[in-house]
Each structure stands twice: as structure tokens, then as C-alpha cells.
């Protein structure tokens, strides 16, 4: 099994920026690819980015060059780098992360973009 735990989320002014963490303990040699999905109210989750275990990232199209998926592996810890935040980037994000036979979701941490 594998816990996932995001923290970082809070308010934030359109432009502003902020890193999610997503710390994960337990099989984590298990893990071969992880992910970052967010959920707005009344809005379907959404896949936001996707790094794997070769180190290839991939991203929603319209947070491209805004968002940076990245894994510190000494830490067992993902991040998600959020740049230039618009009001519409305000949902929760969830951490995700992917086994050969299991998938796995974090909790989730509230971004809100306001002024």
C-alpha cells in the first residue's frame, strides 16, 4: 500500500504562485508514474499533469509552461509548480500515483485564486 499526503494549497492572487507537495509513504518502490488531477465545483476532475517513472512530463495544454511537474526521489515527494495563477486554476488537487496493480489518490489540498 501507499499513502499519499498534499499539502501546499491555500489562497493566492491571480499572478501569484505556489508549489503543491504530495509526500508518499509506504510501497513507494512500487510506483511507476504519478500524477496531478484538480476538481472545481461543479466540474468534472481533470488530469492537470503526469510525470513518469523515466522522468517524462506531460501537461494539460492550456497550463502548459505555467505548471511544473517534478519528483524528488530521496524524499519520496512529488511537487506541482503553479505559476502566473488565473481564477480559474482555483479547484482542489488531488496527488495520484499509479502500480503495476494498484492506483492511488491523496486526499486532496484547496487552491483558491482571489483577489
Known amino acids: 500500500q501507499v499513502q499519499l499526503v498534499e499539502s501546499g494549497g491555500g489562497l493566492v492572487q491571480p499572478g501569484g504562485s505556489l508549489r503543491l507537495s504530495c509526500a508518499a509513504s509506504g510501497s513507494v518502490f512500487t510506483i511507476n508514474d504519478m500524477a496531478w488531477y484538480r476538481q472545481a465545483p461543479g466540474k468534472e476532475r481533470e488530469l492537470v499533469a503526469t510525470l513518469t517513472s523515466n522522468g517524462r512530463s506531460n501537461y494539460l495544454d492550456s497550463l502548459r509552461g505555467r505548471f511544473t511537474i517534478s519528483r524528488d526521489n530521496a524524499k519520496n515527494t512529488w511537487y506541482l509548480q503553479m505559476n502566473s495563477l488565473k481564477p480559474e486554476d482555483a479547484a482542489v488537487y488531488y496527488c495520484?500515483?499509479?502500480?503495476?496493480?494498484?492506483?492511488?489518490w491523496g486526499q486532496g489540498t484547496q487552491v483558491t485564486v482571489s483577489s
Open positions: 495520484n500515483a499509479r502500480s503495476p496493480l494498484m492506483l492511488y
